[in-house]
């Protein structure tokens, strides 16, 4: 039910033909219980919040398809930007680290995945970040 919705464009976003049905394509996981989106508000109902989740899965994955540039934190805490894409078969992540590789990862592998920041050179995970959302903080996944 959750699968469709009413002007799936991202606002200010001309998509093609294949974006729009990829993008229509793409349905909620299965989850016993569906994280609230950050756009939704306290009156809604869980239908409308589900729509409004599945709008940022969708956007998500469309940017994530057309490649973005995400951080990826080292083991011993270093980072760097690295290009990652999204595979036509939406089952594997590309990731260019710009070092002459590139390394298709499966998707279905991923075990964990963590969210920290870092404040003025100190890293936190998410839960312990300022809260003032001071400007020389970065998000890091």
Known sequence: PF????????????????????????KLPHLAIYPS?????????EDEKRVKLLEMYRD?????HM?????????????SDIHC????????????QANGRIIEFPLCNVSKMYRIVKSDERWCTA???PAD???????IV
């Open 85 to 96: 894409q999204l595979m036509q078969d939406m089952l594997t992540l590309k990731l260019d």
């Open 37 to 45: 989106p950050p756009n939704a508000g306290a009156g809604e109902t």
């Open 60 to 64: 998500f994955v469309l940017d994530l």
């Open 127 to 129: 839960s312990n970040a």
């Open 3 to 26: 699968g469709e919705l009413a002007g799936s464009d991202a606002p200010g976003r001309p998509l093609t033909q294949r974006q729009k049905s990829l993008r229509d394509q793409l």
């Open 67 to 79: 490649g973005m540039y995400l951080t990826q934190l080292t083991s011993s805490r270093d980072y």
């Open 133 to 139: 959302g001071a400007n020389n903080s970065e998000q």
